[in-house]
């Protein structure tokens, strides 16, 4: 059976952190927090800077972490037992070589949501772990931006997620919607830039312009979801 639940917002001045990616060490942090025992064999998908890892704070036996971004393989933490690749997690390349590796679990944050095919990726998944713990964010981000520009969210929505994941495992959903808020809406629009989470903007500078007027609310919306998923059999 899956469950699902849905968190009320709440919120949070950006300011107070002085950094663009409060929303992420959040996740990061309670995603690692809720892992149940100490495993072995890790997989991480999407590993950045490193924000799952340093919390990683027991023995394992090995932990392969991989990432897209050379930049990003190369500021990750460095350790005994730990493997960092720069690979794409939805490639065939990736796969090949995973596919004959067993992991005691999969972990990733704030990643899976630019999954070209999460339902391939999810497949693979599973026939290297029987223990999925991720936490992506969904397309209702910035959901008031999209509703002024008229543009969709180049990131993967919440259904698609849901449906993706109890296809194929036994879920436990849990839905939180943040709301950050700013003294002041320049701040506001750079965070959004290097939120990692915006895509490239494709609006024209007359558009743009436009958002920034229009734009009424000091807060910016943020929505993700954390799922703990089981192999079926
Ligand atoms: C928002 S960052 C999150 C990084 C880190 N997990 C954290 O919690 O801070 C998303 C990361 O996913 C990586 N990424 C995006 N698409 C990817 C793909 N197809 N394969 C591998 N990594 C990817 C990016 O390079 C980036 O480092």
């Not at 072995?40 to 990432?67: M, P, T």
């Not at 679990?105 to 391939?120: G, H, M, P, R, T």
């Not at 919607?177 to 024209?204: A, D, Q, R, W």
Request: with cysteine; net charge neutral.
């Amino acid at each position: 059976m899956s469950t699902n639940s849905i968190q009320n917002q709440f919120s949070k001045y950006a300011q107070e952190y002085g950094n663009n990616n409060i929303i992420q060490q959040i996740v990061s942090k309670a995603l690692v927090r809720d892992i149940v025992g100490k495993p072995k064999k890790i997989l991480e998908l999407g590993c950045g800077s490193g924000q799952v890892f340093k919390y990683i704070d027991w023995e394992f036996d090995f932990y392969k972490a991989i990432d897209g971004s050379k930049d990003m393989c190369k500021i990750h933490p460095k350790a005994t037992n730990l493997e960092v690749c720069c690979q794409d997690f939805d490639s065939d390349d990736f796969y090949d070589e995973i596919k004959n590796d067993r992991y005691d679990i999969v972990l990733s944050s704030s990643a899976l949501q630019w999954s070209k095919d999460i339902d391939k990726l999810i497949q693979r998944l599973i026939s290297v772990t029987k223990e999925i713990n991720v936490v992506l964010f969904t397309s209702n981000t910035f959901k008031s931006i999209q509703d002024i520009t008229k543009q969709n969210s180049p990131i993967l929505n919440l259904e698609t997620i849901k449906k993706s994941f109890s296809e194929y495992l036994v879920c436990d959903f849990e839905v939180f919607n943040y709301n950050l808020e700013f003294s002041n809406k320049k701040e506001m629009f750079n965070y959004i830039k290097n939120s990692g989470v915006s895509g490239k903007s494709i609006l024209s500078y007359k558009e743009a312009k436009q958002l920034y007027k229009e734009y009424d609310l000091n807060y910016l919306e943020f929505e993700v979801i954390f799922i703990k998923a089981f192999s079926k059999s």
